[in-house]
Nanobody, 123 residues
Framework: QVQLVESGGGLVQAGDPLRLSCAAS????????IAWFRQAPGKEREFVAR????????YYADSVEGRFTISTDNARNSVYLQMNGVKYEDTAVYYC????????????????WGQGTQVTVSS
């Protein structure tokens, strides 16, 4: 069982940086892969980035590669999404999710979800 709580969303201007945080709790976090997904109004939830709890094997969607960085802080039981050079099209609710399935990028591969945090980018 894993509990996830996102924070850090808000209103930012295009080009600004923003860091999202995901606080995780559970007995065996080292077994999990943590990912960020996002869902814009009227669109399906989409994969953004994932990382192993150990901090290795980061993987990104093409749309954010080179702009976003996913990282872990095991001491703080947290996963971060550093968003640099945000664009209007990055506006969405961002969700943190957990799975024990390696290489997972589909929504249905993730069993545990946070409640989401809203990111709004003004152009």
């Amino acid at each position: 069982q894993v509990q996830l709580v996102e924070s850090g969303g808000g209103l930012v201007q295009a080009g600004d940086p923003l860091r999202l945080s995901c606080a995780a709790s559970g007995r065996t976090l080292f077994r999990y892969i943590i990912a960020w997904f996002r869902q814009a109004p009227g669109k399906e939830r989409e994969f953004v980035a994932r990382i192993r709890w150990t901090g290795t094997a980061g993987y990104y969607a093409d749309s954010v590669e080179g702009r976003f960085t996913i990282s872990t802080d095991n001491a703080r039981n947290s996963v971060y999404l550093q968003m640099n050079g945000v664009k209007y099209e990055d506006t969405a609710v961002y969700y943190c999710a957990a799975t024990t399935t390696y290489y997972a990028i589909r929504v249905d591969e993730y069993a545990y979800w946070g409640q989401g945090t809203q990111v709004t980018v003004s152009s």
